[in-house]
């Protein structure tokens, strides 16, 4: 497992899938597990309830009564994650020894899949005066349409040996991937952070990263050639260089075929990142049921990723997040008719719509199996999870709790 | 950070300080962390109350019902702090990691503020018999009136190049605090553990420590021409040499402006080591209280210390200690009016009047913030917290809390 060897005495978590290599067995068992993006909440006024307290949720209070509950804490107490961390966790990776890079996240959220040989970087488009240097950080906030246009015009960049993808993002943001064997992330932004000085030159923060600076300057040259006539994006900064994370698969892991039915590039990217194959081109949650039903047969687990209930949290929307919960727990029954023998429904972060973001605060957890020890629980909320029998817990040992209920993990020690 | 460099791979309490130091930001919220020592506590009786529970606490039950509550665990499960690495703990140092050595803990606890270059160790006067060997290992329990007499003659030892401190304890007990470059607290106790025996003497347990060493002996060889003549305290044992521990400071790693006000010099001194300043000279709870008035836009953190909820605990004065609790309840008012934007209380650890001393026991702890996702309580107890919503938890994550409530963490990762 490649992070064991960049950990000589290892760490509780780089450990703990040992152990899952060591354990884990087949079986013909189905596992889902049902993401509600930012599903934990928060009262608007002290003392009321979350919004999951809120929604009618008869479906998941059904469950609830069959399954086990807890709350989850995707980093540690206190600790927000962003959508990375936040998933890594859920799969069991621990997001704090499995880091994703800045460039690489922004890759994966565009939907470019990395490969081993590559590095990636997140790009701004800057304006840059006669002397070179940056008179507007944002390009003028360059609207989208223009942006891509200049995006296309750096696809005539051309480096010996180097294949250099330059994608879109939005406005004056864009993402280049440089593939070529012996790059390495490790290469300072070129950002100085301030206006009235020139970009930086892409400088190696290790040896290692030689020659992914050197090539890095050599884009910035080409492209600033390319872009010299333009009125507002005619220079760039690049930040966050990063490869792809060595993940171990879940195939090689737990020994799952693992499918991820996801609506958004950025989900899909993560749960690439894990090895899943990417199922369907579903647009809505209905279409993502149709989907894990038709993949049913082919694959052990089924990631289901569910965008609404964290983007209502960001616009502080209480009462469409409500909705949205509703609308999850009403998909429910379509996924326990395909008789899964692990259901699992959590969050990767909670998104109080109080806070229009992602927060700290435990996530409800769910997982419904035959197995499951009865907590004498009939509902899912914040406030019932907290009396669950997983009680608090990391966010990474999820999959421990789903392999053990698909009765998947042999015995420890004899 | 100077532990950093002890653990090259970093232990999961440096890697936590390391977070963070990346995530902390700066904001105008105010934290007040309200210490009462040993609160947690025991029935008398198997199945009775304990002093928290028996005491009428009408303003800290109210919080309860507004905050999140729950058991704090100063080291591990079953481990009974001391007042140093149970403050080290709530400060946010794990204890296990963070050491304070028993001389720099004595020294700290009279209010000797350790420097860079010290090593200090506890000293203990006993009488010699005529060959030097020990006859009594406590100097015939010598009074401290005539102990502190003792201790200033000794003022009039003198070493080149290192300047001695030696400051009285209490009957045959004192400390002695060498300064000078280059000293190093890696030096054997002196005290044979028996009487019949010659005080040791002092060793290096490293060769880093040699000058210490050597210090220690001519201090120990002056010391004994000095007190010659004594009836009874001719001699001494040293023990605990000990420099002061490298704690990263509340600005450091929070980026918290913090101030301590506390009455007894222990309190202080173990602030002083986590670089709080201290601030006034209050030696009650009420004009701890107008201290916190008045620095309140000077500081961002505010430790209050309260000892009485400890002492009484170790007497075993349980209806003294319920009081004590009800007096700490009286003064919450006084500081909610403050509006302090998080408000925890909480102990180092818990004192239980039955047992007379410390325990391993869980911490009642309660944490008010606008933030805080309620948990269905509406008392601050032992029993109440154990439903509470941080769960059972370590106590050094308690400052990620206090950070989180109060705003002052950036997202982990994008």
């Known amino acids: 497992m490649p992070p064991a060897t960049h950990h000589a005495l290892g760490t509780a978590a780089v450990k703990e899938l040992e152990l899952v290599r060591e354990l884990a067995e087949k079986n013909a068992s189905k596992i889902v597990l049902f993401v509600a993006d930012g599903i934990g909440g928060l009262p608007m006024e002290p003392g009321g309830r979350t919004e999951l307290e809120t929604a009618l949720t008869p ?14 804490v995707p980093v540690l107490p206190g600790i927000t994650p962003g959508s990375g961390p936040g998933h890594l966790g859920l799969f069991g990776y621990d997001p704090l ?22 590095v990636a970087a997140r790009g ?21 349409e223009e942006s891509f246009a200049v995006v296309e015009k750096l696809q ?26 012996g790059l390495d992330g490790r290469v300072a932004d070129t950002d100085p952070q301030a206006v009235g000085v020139a970009p930086l030159d892409p400088q190696p923060l290790d040896p290692a990263a030689t020659k992914t600076a050197e090539v890095a300057k050599e884009f910035v040259k080409q492209a600033r050639a390319i872009l010299a006539a333009e009125p507002k994006a005619n220079g760039m900064v690049l930040r966050g260089f990063a490869g792809k994370p060595a993940l171990p698969s879940y195939e090689e892991l737990y020994g799952l075929r693992a499918a991820a039915i996801a609506v958004y590039p950025m989900y899909k990217g993560l749960a690439r990142l894990a090895g899943m194959t990417l199922v369907g081109t579903a647009q809505s949650l209905d279409e993502q049921i149709d989907e894990l039903g038709k993949a049913w047969n082919d694959y052990d687990f089924f990631f289901l990723h569910f965008k609404y209930t964290d983007s209502t949290g960001e616009d502080g929307a209480f009462a469409a997040k409500v909705k949205r919960i509703e609308e999850l727990d009403a998909a429910i ?33 769910l997982l419904v199996a035959d197995t499951c020890r009865p907590d004498g629980l009939d509902a899912f909320s ?16 999820l999959m421990l709790l789903a392999m053990a209920h698909a009765l998947r993990f042999g015995k420890y020690g004899a």
Chains 1, 2 share one sequence.
């Open 97 to 118: 020894e499995f880091k994703i890079g800045r460039g690489a996240l922004e890759a994966t959220g565009i939907g470019f899949e990395l490969g081993p040989h590559d």
């Open 382 to 397: 914040e406030r019932a999870c907290l009396r669950g029998g997983f009680g608090i817990f990391p966010a990474r040992h």
């Open 156 to 181: 005539a960049v051309r480096i010996p040996g180097v294949e250099t993808f330059v994608k879109p993002v939005k406005e004056h943001r864009f993402v280049v991937v440089f593939r070529a064997p």
């Open 59 to 72: 479906n998941l209070d059904r469950l609830a009564a069959r399954g086990t509950s807890g709350s989850s």
């Open 333 to 365: 029954p379509r996924i326990e008719a395909l008789k899964p023998d692990v259901l699992i429904v959590t969050g990767d972060h909670s998104t109080p719509s109080r806070l229009k973001g992602h927060s700290w605060h435990p996530v409800p957890t």
């Open 124 to 144: 701004n488009f800057c304006t840059l005066d006669a002397s070179g240097t940056i008179s507007d950080r944002r390009a003028g906030r360059i609207p989208s």
